[in-house]
């Protein structure tokens, strides 16, 4: 079983929508969750940091169910410009961080 | 400035031919990483350095050889190249206590013939 699974989608919305993404880790003793942006052909990017209790930058939330393990980002309003793939990461400890394989986002006009 | 930085950003070779990415951050992170991305987007973790030590070592052929000579630098040697080994290698750093926030490098984009 993979560290890290993610819906690879593609997600394909319209502009002004609400989207979300899940994940899921195999390893109850990970210690810290991440989403990150990844452009095409660009190096990945931290968006944010999910915190147990849950945490919102602007149009995004995410989430941390570690009953469940599972890791959820919601983005809200979509603009043209959240048009990237989305990469969840869990950090297994000793600094060892996986990556899911990553959900694209097409924001369409 | 660049804060992780690697080189070549592209790279065409032969098989069968040895060759190197360098990566150098001016970040002051503690930890150097390489990962490799391959045609599906896969990000996956190859070697991890602490302090030029050696922490992680994932399932990684033995043509790939990681050296740190200093924490500011981790340079990945590849011997041997096979077409398999085309992808986008980065390179990331972090610093241990601090936010856990991996920073990436551009990319070196290697393709085999």
């Known amino acids: 079983r993979k560290e890290v699974e993610q819906d690879p989608g593609p997600f394909n919305v319209p502009e002004g929508a609400t989207v979300a993404f899940n994940c899921t880790y195999s390893?109850?003793?990970?210690?810290?969750f991440f989403w990150y942006r990844q452009d095409c052909r660009k190096e990945p990017k931290l968006l944010m940091s999910?915190?147990?209790s849950g945490n919102e930058d602007g149009r995004f939330t995410a989430q941390l169910n570690r009953a469940s393990q599972y890791i959820s980002l919601l983005i809200r309003d979509s603009k043209l410009s959240d048009s990237a793939t989305y990469l969840c990461?869990?950090?297994?400890?000793?600094?060892?961080?996986?990556f899911g394989t990553g959900t694209r986002l097409t924001v369409i006009p | 400035d660049t804060a992780v930085s690697q080189t070549p950003k592209y790279l065409v070779t032969q098989m069968g031919n040895d060759k190197s990415i360098k990566c150098e951050q001016n970040?002051?992170?503690?930890?150097m990483y390489w990962y490799k991305q391959d045609s599906k987007k896969f990000l996956k973790i190859m070697f991890s350095?602490?302090?030029?030590?050696?922490?992680i070592n994932e399932t990684v052929p033995n043509r790939f050889s990681p050296k740190s000579p200093d924490k500011a630098h981790l340079n990945l040697h590849i011997n041997s190249l096979e077409l398999g080994d085309s992808a986008v290698y980065f390179c990331?750093?972090?610093?241990?206590?601090?936010?856990?926030?991996?920073?990436f490098g551009e990319g070196s984009r290697l393709t085999v013939l």
């Open positions: 990461v869990v950090n297994r400890g000793a600094n060892n961080l996986f």
């Open positions: 390893n109850s003793a990970s210690q810290s």
């Open positions: 999910v915190y147990s």
């Open positions: 970040l002051g992170h503690d930890t």
């Open positions: 350095y602490n302090n030029k030590e050696l922490i």
């Open positions: 990331a750093s972090m610093l241990t206590g601090g936010t856990g926030e991996l920073f």
